[in-house]
């Protein structure tokens, strides 16, 4: 009887063990691009140039070429119908200001999709209110 609870024991062991293992190899991705023009993430404005994005479960790490951390976001996980082949950024455009929306790995079907700052949110309710205004104008 012991040497059942103790084999049930050091399975449990082992399996707990090895989830964690797999969690924290999920837990991290880490992509390289080329973004061709200034962007908007979180707060900052970034320069055109080359940069890699770290994900750690929900944070999104802009670093520099030179490795150098530049930013981190709150991310929420998204999922794509189909794996991606290739690394794939989405961008939103406002008068001519590029702000990244959305990061995919190209590895799987698993995405980021980034929390807008506060000034981009206010922003956004901002232009919506105006659309109102000039959309309720029109009709009388």
Do not use: C
């Not at 969690?23 to 900052?44: C, D, K, Y």
């Not at 140039?49 to 520099?64: A, C, M």
Request: hydrophobic letters at 40%; glycine letters at 8%; zero cysteines.
């Amino acid at each position: 009887m012991k040497q059942q609870i103790a084999r049930t024991l050091i399975a449990f062991t082992l399996a707990i063990a090895g989830l964690a293992a797999t969690a924290a190899a999920q837990s991290t991705s880490a992509m390289t691009v080329n973004i061709p023009f200034e962007f908007t993430l979180g707060e900052r404005n970034y320069p055109a140039g080359e940069y890699s994005f770290v994900r750690e479960q929900h944070i999104l790490v802009l670093r520099d070429a030179q490795r150098r951390s530049l930013a981190q976001v709150l991310a929420q996980g998204v999922e794509s119908p189909i794996p991606l082949t290739e690394v794939k950024l989405k961008f939103s455009t406002y008068e001519g200001q590029h702000t990244l929306t959305e990061v995919w790995n190209g590895q799987d079907s698993l995405g980021a999709l980034l929390f807008r700052s506060k000034s981009q949110a206010n922003e956004a309710r901002r232009r919506s209110a105006e659309l109102r205004e000039t959309d309720g104008g029109g009709q009388q």
